[in-house]
T-cell receptor, first 115, second 112 residues
Framework: NAGVTQTPKFRVLKTGQSMTLLCAQD?????MYWYRQDPGMGLRLIHY???????AKGEVPDGYNVSRLKKQNFLLGLESAAPSQTSVYFC??????????????FGEGSRLTVL | AQSVSQHNHHVILSEAASLELGCNYS??????LFWYVQYPGQHLQLLLK??????LVKGIKGFEAEFIKSKFSFNLRKPSVQWSDTAEYFC??????????FGTGTRLTIIP
């Protein structure tokens, strides 16, 4: 059981380049999330999805876009990367509202550096 | 606004010392409470959780936490820490919606 898988694990970009982070979960979870982790700031929610075809903004959505075309996948896109987006990105998933307790299951993280 | 506070940013202890990390939240309604741990270079793992019932919950690796509703607190404790407990610890709260709000984390360093 793979759980939550993120690709790529590491990436270096130049300012202005675009990229997509892929998150895949095999637990049939309804909810999926993208967080960024920065020193001294904890985890901040970028975007999240409560089901296939739906997305919503989190705490720090600017500069990012997301898509949830399939239930098991949640993509995070950077259209024009900026140095301020240098961070470690974590994907997470959780159960549906019917059985939701808020517990999240995390991927291993993707370290992105923007030069 | 709903928020989670962890006032200890960096805690340094010697092995066998007792540990208590503070967590407070601002919200008067029903909450679900979590502590996650992140070992160096790894992803977040659930340490323990509280949904209802006995306010003293026990988690993995000898950790426990106590929910004190009147103080809006969920402090993490361990009677005797080990070097392997060196990690970053995050308190997180579900405020009854589809999101989990994290505190800023406490970095714990254990000196052998």
């Amino acid at each position: 059981n793979a759980g939550v898988t993120q690709t790529p694990k590491f990436r270096v970009l130049k300012t202005g380049q675009s990229m997509t982070l892929l998150c895949a979960q095999d637990m049939n979870h309804e909810y999926m999330y993208w967080y960024r982790q920065d020193p001294g700031m904890g985890l901040r929610l970028i975007h999240y999805s409560v089901g296939e075809g739906t997305t919503a903004k989190g705490e720090v959505p600017d500069g990012y876009n997301v898509s949830r075309l399939k239930k098991q996948n949640f993509l995070l896109g950077l259209e024009s990367a900026a140095p301020s987006q240098t961070s470690v990105y974590f994907c997470a998933s959780s159960y549906s509202r019917r059985t939701n307790t808020g517990e999240l299951f995390f991927g291993e993280g993707s370290r992105l550096t923007v030069l | 606004a709903q928020s989670v506070s962890q006032h200890n940013h960096h805690v340094i202890l010697s092995e066998a010392a007792s540990l208590e990390l503070g967590c407070n939240y601002s919200y008067g309604g029903t909450v679900n409470l979590f502590w996650y741990v992140q070992y160096p270079g790894q992803h977040l793992q659930l340490l323990l959780k509280y949904f209802s019932g006995d306010p003293l919950v026990k988690g993995i690796k000898g950790f426990e936490a106590e929910f004190i509703k009147s103080k809006f607190s969920f402090n993490l404790r361990k009677p005797s820490v080990q070097w392997s407990d060196t990690a970053e610890y995050f308190c997180a709260v579900n405020f009854g919606n589809e999101k989990l709000t994290f505190g800023t984390g406490t970095r714990l360093t254990i000196i052998p």
